[in-house]
């Protein structure tokens, strides 16, 4: 499936940001006896994220059809500064985060190239980078 790195990186900054609102050296939650578990934990925190906003805004401006021609390079370095500052903001490394979604920005550019539909909406977007609800 395309979108596998997407959404498993999706998944790891999910559990991340489940990780961090745990206190340190507390002990995990018990996992349900029963029933569907979603190992990316809350989407909607995720997709709540001012940083993914940042960066939807910025994969439209950049990627939707008749956008100025697609500079690759800028349009990484824009995310990557994006990714550091939503590492920062968790309190985490800001490199770290960066380097965990290092390969997202160009995966994106190929979805859109594909898919430009995914530029529509926010949700479209967000779907694309965790899958459906």
């Known amino acids: 499936m395309r979108l596998h790195h997407l959404a498993a990186a999706a998944a790891v900054l999910a559990l991340a940001t489940a990780a961090q609102s ?3 050296g507390a002990p995990p939650s018990a996992a349900p006896q029963s029933g569907t578990v979603d190992l990316q934990g809350d989407s909607r925190a995720f997709m ?10 910025l994969s439209v401006a950049t990627l939707r059809p008749g956008a100025p021609k697609l500079d690759v390079k800028a349009y990484e370095e824009k995310s990557f500064a994006i990714f550091r500052a939503m590492g920062a903001a968790m309190g985490g490394s800001p490199e770290a985060m960066q380097d965990h979604l290092k390969l997202i920005p160009r995966q994106v550019v190929q979805i859109a190239r594909e898919d430009p539909n995914v530029l529509d ?12 609800k």
Request: proline fraction near 12%; charge should be negative.
């Open 22 to 24: 745990q206190p340190h």
């Open 48 to 57: 709540n994220n001012p940083h993914v906003h940042a960066f939807y805004d």
């Open 121 to 132: 909406s926010f949700e479209a977007f967000t779907e694309a980078l965790v899958g459906p």
